[in-house]
């Protein structure tokens, strides 16, 4: 019997999305232990921590989030509801996420896709600015933050398969 090359094609790109599927769900995983691990212990960032202040800034149609992060933090990051730039304006810190293991320094400018969520250690004291769009100019920053996070990846996969069914880019 033979098969043709393009339903060899199919089933090698299905076997590949499995692959990176799993993969992701294993660093999603891997995250979501080590936040549970943080919770509680010392140069971990919590809600309103003295000593990582944010800072808001707003434009027309833009909100930014700035934060100050002390050498030696570990944190993990929300689960991004948009796609948004973020900016390292000083410092170094490793970054793990479901595309793997990576060293950042500053100047560094990258875009952070929907569903991203991050865990961070921070080598020299950090600076991390994020800018959304905020076509309404939403001032209420608990409103804003509903708006460019999801409360968990149960919403973020919700979201995905929406997306999905009416055949919209995220």
């Not at 089933?11 to 769900?25: G, H, P």
């Not at 004291?125 to 149960?154: A, C, G, Q, R, Y």
């Not at 919700?158 to 880019?169: E, H, I, K, Y």
Request: proline share 3%; charged share 30%; net charge negative.
């Amino acid at each position: 019997m033979q098969i043709k090359s393009d339903n060899a094609e199919v089933v090698e790109s299905k076997k590949s999305f499995d692959i990176n599927r799993a993969k992701k769900l294993n660093a999603r995983i891997k995250i979501l232990r080590m936040e549970k691990a943080l919770e509680g212990l010392d140069n971990c960032i919590h809600m309103n921590d003295p000593d990582t202040p944010l800072t808001h800034h707003f434009a027309d149609g833009l909100y930014g989030r700035e934060i100050f992060i002390p050498k030696g933090y570990c944190l993990t990051t929300g689960i991004h509801a948009t796609e948004h730039i973020a900016i390292i304006s000083k410092g170094k810190c490793t970054v793990v996420s479901e595309d793997g293991i990576v060293d950042l320094e500053a100047p560094h400018t990258m875009v952070t896709k929907i569903g991203t969520k991050r865990a961070i250690y921070v080598h020299e004291d950090l600076v991390w600015t994020t800018v959304h769009l905020n076509p309404d100019n939403e001032n209420d920053i608990d409103k804003l933050v509903s708006m460019i996070s999801f409360k968990n990846f149960k919403e973020y996969l919700d979201f995905d398969s929406l997306q999905a069914q009416v055949g919209c880019d995220k």
